[in-house]
């Protein structure tokens, strides 16, 4: 089989970047219009010269290069009332819209997306709707998933949504199985932690759509309220230790929490990739 490749929208830091090249794939487009996101993303990651871009809004979907899976941790936002607009219409204008279109235009074999789990009940439910209507419409299969990082080797709650689908309409994954954990709360805080897995805690509050993305560097631990480093940061998120950020500690614990749990990314592309073989898709040349 050849070497799957993949874009990385939204990209951040890296984290898909980290965990599809774990497994062997190439990434041959990434665009993050954060300045100093992209510091830290081409400070850690190969990546051809030509390949990074800024503004998904100012590229052409014809300029991106033929790939096999989409990947990208959006944005969440409101789209226009249900039934009041037609094909695309009622998502223009939202980064989402940006996805269709290089899903319509380059119909790679899978996507792969990413986004918090309040995602679900945003605009009651009618966001998650219109993004599985939308995807199917392209006919794309869609499997949606809410997944636990403490499930798959991390030492934290962070419930994540994933949402994964395959050109021909049908395939789907089966789920991950879960994977023992590669740190405790003890070894992150260096013995002085019971908890094997920590809580973080919603700064957003109860109705924010983006409350687990935020400040995430306060855990609660034994009752007690901890305050992590970014050297901890990593560890937590699945990024290796000696991943370097050009860039404050503030701004690096603002990168994490915004960043995938990577170890959970590398789980279900596994599965994804176990598909793209078993169903011998002929893959884009």
Sequence with gaps: MQQIRFIDLFAGIGGFHLALARQGAQCVFASEINEKAKKTYLAN??????AWHGDITLIEPQQIP?????CAGFPCQPFSQAGQKKGFDDVRGTLFFNILQILEEKRPEAYFLENVRGLLKHDNGRTFSVIQEKLEALGYSFQSFVVKSSDYGLPQ???RLFMIGFRDGVTKIELPEKL?????MSDIFSGNCEKEVGFTLRVGGR?????DRRNWEFYKVDGEIRRLTSKQGLLMQGFPSDFIFPVSEIEAMKQLGNSVSVDAIEAFYKKIKEKLSAEQFTLIK
């Design 180 to 184: 023992p954990l590669k740190y405790t």
């Design 207 to 211: 109705g924010s759509v983006y409350g």
């Design 66 to 70: 033929d790939h096999e899976i989409l």
């Design 157 to 159: 709650h962070r419930p």
């Design 45 to 50: 990651h190969s990546l051809d010269k030509d």
